[in-house]
């Protein structure tokens, strides 16, 4: 299979759909490090696969624990899929009580949960031949880090009402022409760097997995699978991580 192609070019009609969507949505300018690149929609297809895979998942452990008494409590005997759901939501549970307590960690696990779930399968969807990650484009990784800038600031207007925007301003009033730059840019800075560093780690990380099934198709390739699944976890904990503390420091800044 040609390192581009995708099981989703076997669907009858999907090329056709490429190509009417390339007129519209394909990007053709160019500026510094972007390209003109050929619009593609595997990433889209990919990121449903993921969309409906942990809605599943989520289904079958709510029903599984609702309505089934103490019994629902119990984990099952075999490993199954509410068994990865739960051994994942506890992980990042225990990670954001970390950062912010336990209190909040349970008030914020819906969001950053779902963020950490959603970047960890589709990273892991890369390493299956005939799928691409839906992380390894700019547009996934933005549209994921800009809602959490967003959702950030939401939460601290939230809790402090327009208060929280003391803190772009500086201690000190004659500080705020120095401050409030500062403190924009850096606040700017966020969604940009979580959005280029995940999908420069999983393009990395896809490319290099790319070159040695290439090269040596068979028992070579699977150290270098190995670490590519490290890297996938790796990124999807950074990612909530950063999501956490950016949520903990909107929630505490009146504090300080």
């Known amino acids: ?48 696969l993921v969309l409906m895979f942990l809605t599943v998942g989520a289904f079958r452990y709510a029903r599984a624990v609702s309505g089934s008494g103490d019994t629902g409590l119990v984990p099952p005997a075999k490993f199954n899929l509410r068994n990865l759901f739960e051994v994942l ?29 959603f970047i960890l399968f589709s990273n892991l969807l890369g390493l299956i031949p005939g799928f691409q990650p839906p992380t390894e484009t700019l547009k996934t990784n933005l549209a994921l880090s800009i809602l959490v800038f967003v959702l950030s600031h939401l939460i601290g207007v939230r809790e402090h009402g327009l208060k929280y925007f003391k803190h772009f301003l500086g201690p000190i009033w004659w500080l705020i022409p120095l ?31 790319l070159v040695f099934f290439g090269i040596f198709a068979y028992a070579l390739p699977l150290p270098f699978m190995v670490m590519g699944v490290l890297v996938c976890v790796v990124q999807a904990v950074v990612f909530s991580l950063l999501t956490t503390v950016y949520i903990s420091q909107a929630v505490a800044h009146e504090e300080h």
């Open 89 to 117: 939501a506890d992980t990042v549970l225990g990670l954001m009580a970390g950062v912010m307590g336990e209190k909040a960690a349970k008030r914020y696990l819906p969001l950053v949960g779902t963020l950490f779930m």
């Open 179 to 209: 401050m409030l730059p500062i403190e924009v840019i850096s606040h700017i800075a966020r969604p940009v760097s979580l959005a280029m560093r995940l999908m420069g780690n999983i393009v990395g990380d896809h490319k290099l997995v």
């Open 1 to 48: 299979m040609d390192p581009h192609a995708t099981w989703f070019d076997y669907i009858p009609g999907y090329s056709a759909l490429r190509e009417s969507l390339h007129h519209s949505l394909g990007r053709t300018w160019e500026w510094q490090v972007f390209q003109a690149t050929h619009f593609q929609i595997a990433h889209i297809f990919c990121a449903l």
